[in-house]
């Protein structure tokens, strides 16, 4: 048998006068490192002896020695002395104190959620089939189990949090968390548990109140915030049931405050925060260094399906008009003004006479696309192209800015809506209705004849007529405007996003009645320039620049 080859100390690509050298190092250092390791050792018995070897001390204390050891080489558990700790700042140490007293507090406050639902299971497929979506918004839902005494039906159970708003027992908490649930368990911080019955649910704003009867009379409460005064960077801390680990608490930053179009909540206006928070954490509180409610974690951005450092949570000072609502009527009432606004875009400031504010920054203020006919903002005065740039004492931001303030207001309120009309600025008393959710979510707001080709922004219209109508499913009402039969895709009508379909209604604020209109309001915008066309899709008015 051959005998076994060493493994060499040192590279053999060393030089040879170098390696004497190399080698003299290598051992100093092994023998530099054998001297410490026994002198930790030792040291703590050579130090002291004396409560060493009292007769009173533990077992950890004495220390435990090694099989085959002296009587020396014990290996003793001990903290450091007192005198020997580091000590923290006084500020870092206050800093610190402040995240435990927040925690401590919030948490019996904060519930975990469990809910089941009886699912319809189609036959052939798999249970998990609609378990989540895959995309980048992951609400916080628990992955379903399957009980089947049915083999058509499937039990689905769900998990989330929810923050005690009430001694008495109401729980403000995310739609969908308890959304179509047949039974919903609550389990407080002692582990007791209890059925909870739904008070009311807003979709559009997916916030929920449940409540449930406890044995403690006075259930412990979150002070409220106010979430309009948080600045950018302030620190929070989430707390909630991520994946049922009940009570996680997470620390992070506001982010970004007045986060919209993410396609989570009609009705939106997202803090953003990098505290972690997971699925299971939905319904749960964010809190600020006061100790108050200042958000209920909703949704996260992910590709993965947890964490990523992008949270979203409702504004508690959004979430308790709904909660206010939902506790007295079982739902919400928001204030209707009847328009269709959208955003302003920089290339059309000329048309609509708005001065450019400069640096880059944005237009404040929502554009008027289109106005209901009897609606408050009909009966008032207000117009298709108008500007609206405050209501009341609130300056409007954006379209969505203007959304979430008109649907706070009171129906039958009274408000001054001031806007932008020609360079003009205008104010109208305006009483606001009721939104009909329902009603509006069901509304928007075959041969070609006359057809005329337009090469020079590239498109191809045509008047109206039953068949035009029919053939892009256009609202029958409509009586004047040309519909867009054909977009070249190479074209400017293509660039600007105009689609076969849509209706021209007005270029540069001229009506456009038929086609000869059309060739005749085309006539009169100065060439080269940008043009300003209104615009009518599936029932929606709006603004797009030609």
Request: glycine fraction near 12%; aromatic fraction near 4%.
């Amino acid at each position: 048998m051959a005998a076994p080859r060493p493994i060499p100390l040192l590279p053999r690509a060393l030089p040879a006068p170098v390696r004497p050298i190399a080698l003299a190092l290598t051992l100093a250092l092994l023998l530099g490192s054998v001297l410490i390791l026994g002198g930790c050792r030792h040291e703590q018995g050579a130090s002291k002896g004396n409560a060493a070897s009292s007769s009173n001390e533990s077992a950890d204390a004495k220390g435990v020695a090694p099989r085959g050891s002296e009587p020396g080489d014990a290996i003793v558990f001990d903290s450091l002395p007192s005198n020997e700790k580091p000590r923290l700042p006084a500020g870092l140490r206050d800093f610190q104190q402040v995240f435990a007293d927040v925690a401590e507090k919030a948490i019996p406050a904060v519930v975990s959620i469990y809910s089941e639902r009886n699912v319809a299971q189609p036959e052939g497929g798999s249970r998990y089939d609609d378990f989540l979506d895959n995309g980048p918004f992951q609400y916080f839902f628990g992955q379903p189990e399957s009980k089947q005494p049915n083999p058509h039906l499937r039990k689905e159970t769900g998990l989330g949090s929810g923050v005690i708003i009430s001694p008495s027992g109401y729980i403000l908490t995310n739609n969908h968390v308890i959304e179509g649930a047949d039974l919903i368990k609550v389990q407080l911080l002692d582990e007791s548990e209890y059925m909870a019955t739904i008070v009311g649910t807003d979709k559009p704003s997916d916030m929920a109140v449940i409540k449930i009867k406890a044995k403690d009379p006075k259930l412990p409460t979150l002070p409220l915030g106010n979430s309009e005064r948080l600045r950018i960077g302030e620190w929070v801390i989430a707390v909630g049931n991520p994946y049922g680990l009940s009570h996680t608490v997470t620390t992070g930053i506001i982010s970004a405050k007045g986060r919209k179009n993410t396609g989570i909540n009609s009705y939106e206006n997202f803090l953003q925060t990098d505290a972690a928070i997971n699925p299971g954490n939905s319904g749960g509180a964010l809190m600020n260094l006061s100790g108050e409610l200042i958000g209920i974690n909703t949704a996260i951005f992910s590709r993965s399906g947890g964490y990523q450092g992008i949270g979203f949570a409702i504004p508690i000072d959004m979430a308790k008009k709904i909660t206010q609502d939902l506790i007295r009527d079982g739902e919400v009432t928001r204030g209707w003004l009847g328009v269709s606004i959208q955003p302003i875009e920089p290339d059309q400031l000329d048309a609509l006479k708005l001065k450019d504010p400069g640096d880059g920054k944005a237009f404040r203020g929502a554009l008027v696309g289109g106005v209901v006919a009897g609606s408050p903002a009909d009966k008032s005065g207000i117009k298709r192209g108008d500007v609206i740039t405050k209501v009341g004492e609130q300056d409007i931001k954006d379209a969505n800015d203007l959304l979430n303030r008109i649907a706070l207001l009171i129906p039958n309120q009274d408000v001054e809506i001031w806007v932008l009309r020609d360079g003009l600025t205008l104010s109208f008393k305006t009483r606001i209705a009721k939104r009909d959710e329902k009603r509006l979510a069901t509304t928007g707001g075959g041969e070609e004849s006359e057809a005329s080709s337009v090469a020079a922004v590239g498109l191809v219209v045509a008047g109206l007529n039953p068949g035009l109508k029919e053939r892009f499913g256009l609202d029958k009402a409509l009586t004047h405007g040309v519909v867009v039969t054909e977009v070249d895709p190479d074209g400017r009508a293509a660039a600007a996003k105009v689609r076969e379909g849509d209706v021209i209604l007005e270029i540069n604020r001229i009506s456009v009645k038929d086609a000869e209109g059309f060739r005749a309001a085309l006539g009169q915008a100065s060439k080269g320039n940008k043009m300003l066309i209104l615009v009518n899709r599936k029932g929606n008015s709006f603004f797009l620049t030609l």
